[in-house]
């Protein structure tokens, strides 16, 4: 695993991060991440020795990383971001990581747990005939409403 003293770099364990403030650092499951598939997006903490005014510093920055291997509940990823603070990687990278790294797994749309996520049976129904005819008849909430201003 890189560090930052020989590498310039490491990453940080958001399990770490997650204990040290649970209510405001949220990460998946245990489960979750101990579960990942190939080409599955996720998000690691990234730490990078930089310096300011002089005097060395470590900066923090969240990256999308795609998981490429899995081996012996160890994952291999390529880097999908351009870090904004440090030079020492690139996008396409290749990141070895653990659990214990991942703080976000990304969510396709087509995931019944995506915020936007839009059932399948809504869009087949919408484009319905029966959905069609039931549309263009008048709801009986609309019939109601129109009595109340004869």
């Not at 695993?1 to 770490?16: H, K």
């Not at 490429?68 to 999908?80: D, I, K, P, Q, S």
Request: net charge negative.
């Amino acid at each position: 695993m890189p560090t930052l003293e020989d590498d310039g770099w490491e990453l940080e364990s958001a399990e770490e991060r997650h204990a040290a403030a649970p209510a405001t650092f949220h990460i998946p499951s245990a489960q979750e991440r101990r579960s990942l598939g190939l080409g599955q997006m996720v998000k690691l903490l990234f730490l990078f020795m930089n310096e300011e005014n002089g005097k060395p510093i470590i900066d923090c920055e969240r990256m999308w990383v795609t998981v490429t291997a899995e081996t012996h509940g160890r994952y291999t990823g390529r880097l999908e971001s351009l870090p904004s603070t440090s030079s020492v990687l690139q996008v396409g990278h290749v990141v070895e990581f653990g659990p214990e790294h991942v703080s976000a797994i990304q969510i396709s749309r087509t995931d019944p747990r995506h915020p936007d996520y839009a059932a399948p049976t809504t869009a087949a129904a919408l484009s319905s005939g029966a959905a069609n005819a039931q549309a263009s008849s008048p709801s009986p909430i609309r019939r109601r409403w129109w009595e109340f201003w004869r």
